[in-house]
């Protein structure tokens, strides 16, 4: 039997369907009513990697059945897909097997005008396989006997047998779910509306003519992927070229906000990546050299259509424009 058995999937199922006025769902469950689509859907991380899927009311006879398959789905990533078994911080660190090679000479600052702590450091695993220290003061017993009592104070209690397989060190949320209640009627209601525009009619037209509106700010879900940038690779590089230049200006056009908006209390720089991250294969490591601090205008006429060769275009174009000037 696992964790996640035939006893958790019902008590589950009971939870989230055996309430006639609310749905309770579990962690990992949602509702989507977006546009046309409506239904539950399903986002589970195991060790960082995402299963989602997006069950339709359509497909089911019920939004009640739907939530049951949803769950079920759930449940078949809970049961076959077991968190792996990892240490973390200080359970990594191992102690090495020979006595001599676990004592350590340490001399530690001493407070205000106190002469430096000197001693001889005794590691050691307890009874719990966690990693011990002892202290033998040089002062206080003299370097080769504060050397001794480390070495038989490690060889006396360290504990020399085999240690225990490691558990999990995160937490596994589904263990014991949380349930949000959504009301059944406000499901039933949402379900039936599509957020689509419909035929408009002459008259309607005819407003949007004279008095041109549109409506804005609808919630969406979107599900995308990213592509990872380091912060501070962005503000190494225009350290570096406030450094050579003492101002922020496009590489490209030369222009400078701070000169053309003197109000501006902080200046505004764009950092363009010269090979485009979409189409690194992978991580892959970046230099400052791989960067270029570009205005908004020139990193969005960059972007549109081939980017290698409109930053190439572009550089052409006002390197040339330079040259005519001088």
Not at 57 to 63: E, G, L, N, V
Not at 188 to 213: C, G, Q
Not at 237 to 266: A, D, M, V
Request: with cysteine.
């Amino acid at each position: 039997m696992t964790e996640y058995d035939e006893h958790y999937l019902e008590e589950t199922l009971e939870t989230a369907l055996g309430d006639p006025l609310n749905y309770h769902v579990p962690t990992g469950i949602s509702r989507y009513d977006y546009g046309t689509m409506h239904g539950w859907y399903v986002r589970i991380y195991r060790d960082r990697v995402q299963f989602q899927e997006l069950f339709h009311d359509s497909h089911y006879p019920s939004i009640s059945e739907c939530l049951r398959a949803a769950i079920l789905f759930r449940h078949e990533i809970l049961s076959t897909i077991p968190l792996e078994k990892k240490v973390s911080g200080r359970a990594l660190k191992s102690l090495p097997t020979e006595p001599e090679e676990r004592i350590r000479r340490r001399e530690e600052k001493g407070r205000g005008k106190k002469s430096p702590y000197v001693c001889w450091k005794a590691a050691y695993y307890d009874e719990n396989h966690k990693i011990q220290v002892r202290s033998f003061s040089v002062k206080k017993y003299g370097e080769e006997e504060a050397k001794r009592l480390a070495l038989e104070y490690t060889k006396n209690h360290h504990n020399n047998a085999p240690r225990p397989e490691s558990t999990y060190a995160g937490t596994d949320q589904h263990k014991k779910p949380k349930y949000r209640a959504i009301s059944r009627e406000d499901v039933e209601v949402l379900s039936t509306i599509d957020s689509i525009r419909h035929s408009k009619t002459k008259e309607e037209v005819a407003a949007e003519e004279s008095y041109p509106f549109a409506y804005e700010g609808e919630r969406k879900l979107q599900l995308h992927m990213t592509l990872e940038r380091d912060k501070k690779l962005r503000e190494l590089k225009i350290k570096e070229y406030l450094e050579k230049h003492g101002e922020i200006s496009c590489e490209i056009c030369s222009f400078n906000f701070k000169k053309r908006y003197p109000f501006l209390e902080k200046d505004i720089i764009e950092v363009h990546h010269i090979t485009p991250l979409a189409k690194l294969s992978g991580e892959t490591k970046i230099t400052l050299n791989d960067l270029i601090l570009v205005c908004s205008n020139c990193h969005l006429a960059i972007h549109q259509g081939d980017e290698e060769a409109n930053l190439i275009s572009a550089l052409n174009l006002f390197g040339s424009e330079q040259e005519r000037e001088h």
